[in-house]
């Protein structure tokens, strides 16, 4: 069943296999989107006088028992049905007949799916800002009990200057901070509604295009109906590119780790159900957890450049091209979660060293890891930097370098952001600030409303 067929027209077999291809299975995951977009266009329709409210009861009726049945899992796209729209439409017309046909007044496919991915994409931010904010909170948590523990810190993979557990675990979650404010803009792009655009240069109906919005929690509409079309691939490569940022840390983070859990850092640990074994070395803890985050981090991170070029090249219009974007964006979603839930679980389970620079090896492996605070106590005292610079490297060079007497003093540091000023709160503020300005209860209450809950 098509809602383009016309008497007399079929489509050959081989050509609609290939054109159909996954949305059939992909368009279960807009299943529930879609019924909240028909709702929200009925209610339209009847206050323009296109439904009348005998025919709005009737179809509201049947699109909120068809909702339960998707929330259930009692719900499919039937054979030879072609996509969610269709299916939809089906049922309404097979239960109502005359009333079911008129669903559609007013849309096109078109812009039913960039609703209906919009509404799908809203919802799954939704999950992954929850995850943020739980893995957020636990880095926040791992840095105030471990800011008085001192490890090296690193740059060209040689040893630095000296960092502390705070310092690193509150890194990343200001990291995240920042991500979450990227993810706020594309939220703000995705959270207005293309409905009413229909197939790119809206109707001659008197459609009520922000009645519409207004139902489902949007900010706003997309105004020009060409425009509205338009965002169709600007909404998921802006969006994608907000996913790549918060894979992009979680990949670096997870690097960290499977570098400090190696022995030639042991840094760090985790039990030995978060590790996995080999099947010749009885030894081994591996960090197979890490190691899929990392791999994970970067499909995601690599996804706006496939989004881009799908698209980039194509003129004003709705193109078929666009079909493929379901089939590169839609697994991104739970793969960024599970790797944002499988992060937090294990931090909550990670073993830090103490004693990395004052056990035996670390005395001698460490030895120059605090040079520039030697430097800056020269300086301190009155000597110029580079005077200063010269005389220490010098005793490195003789051997005669010590630094013992600075090794207790590293956690006095006072600047903003600096191992003794970790500055917490302050980062959680940044936080919470792009935390708030999502209006996820608004949208949540729209669709309560309309689903009759």
């Known amino acids: 069943m098509k809602l383009w067929s ?12 290939f054109t159909v291809g996954r949305d059939r299975e992909l368009d279960l995951f807009l299943a529930e989107y879609d019924v909240q977009g028909s709702l929200a266009h009925g209610e339209m329709l009847e206050s323009i006088g296109l439904l009348t409210s005998e025919e709005w009861r009737s179809l509201q009726t049947e699109l909120r028992a068809l909702y339960k049945r998707i929330l259930a899992g009692d719900f499919a796209i039937q054979d030879g049905v072609e996509d969610i729209h269709s299916q939809v439409e089906f049922l309404l017309t097979e239960r109502l007949g005359d009333t079911g046909k008129k669903i559609h007044s007013g849309r096109s496919r078109n812009d039913q799916v960039a609703l ?6 809203r919802a799954e931010i939704t999950k992954i800002v929850q995850q943020m904010h739980a893995l957020f ?7 105030e009990a471990h800011k008085h523990v001192l490890l090296p810190g690193y740059t060209h993979l040689q040893i630095a200057m000296p960092s502390s557990f705070g310092l690193w675990f509150s890194a990343y979650a200001e990291s995240l901070a920042d991500d979450l404010a990227q993810l706020l803009a594309a939220y703000k792009l995705i959270n207005k509604s293309p409905l009413g655009s229909a197939a790119g240069y809206g109707a001659s109906f008197p459609l009520n295009r922000r009645k519409v919005a207004e139902a489902l929690g949007f900010d706003d509409i997309h105004i020009n109906v060409v425009y509205a079309q338009m965002t169709r691939g600007k909404a998921e490569r802006v969006l994608a590119q907000a996913l790549a940022g918060v894979a992009a840390t979680l990949g670096k983070m997870a690097m960290d780790i499977t570098l400090f859990m190696s022995q030639n850092f042991g840094f760090i640990s985790f039990p030995s159900d978060l590790t996995t074994g080999s099947s010749i070395m009885p030894h081994k803890k591996n960090p197979d957890v890490f190691e899929l985050i990392r791999a994970r981090a970067s499909r995601i991170v690599a996804l706006p450049n496939e989004i881009t070029l799908l698209l980039h090249n194509l003129p004003s219009g709705y193109h078929r091209d666009a079909q493929l974007l379901k089939e590169a964006m839609f697994p991104a979603f739970d793969s960024l979660v599970a790797c944002l839930e499988i992060a937090e679980f294990a931090l909550g389970h990670i073993r830090v060293r103490e004693d990395i620079l004052t ?14 605070e030697a430097v800056n106590a020269l300086v301190l005292g009155g000597m110029p930097f580079r005077d200063a610079y ?10 005669t370098f010590s630094s013992a007497a600075f090794l207790q003093n590293a956690l006095q540091h006072t600047h903003e952001g600096s191992i003794g000023n970790l500055c917490l709160d302050e980062i959680r503020t940044q936080f919470a600030g792009h935390l708030t300005a999502f209006n996820f209860e608004q949208v949540e209450a729209a669709i309560m409303r309309l689903v009759g809950e």
């Open 6 to 17: 016309k008497a007399h027209t079929d489509t050959n077999a081989l050509v609609e296999r």
């Open 116 to 121: 209906d991915c919009k509404l799908f994409f």
């Open 137 to 143: 909170e636990r880095l926040l948590a791992l840095a």
């Open 359 to 372: 056990d035996e090896r670390g005395k001698d492996l460490y030895a120059y890891l605090f040079s520039v």
């Open 390 to 399: 010269k005389q220490v490297g010098n005793d490195i060079e003789q051997g």
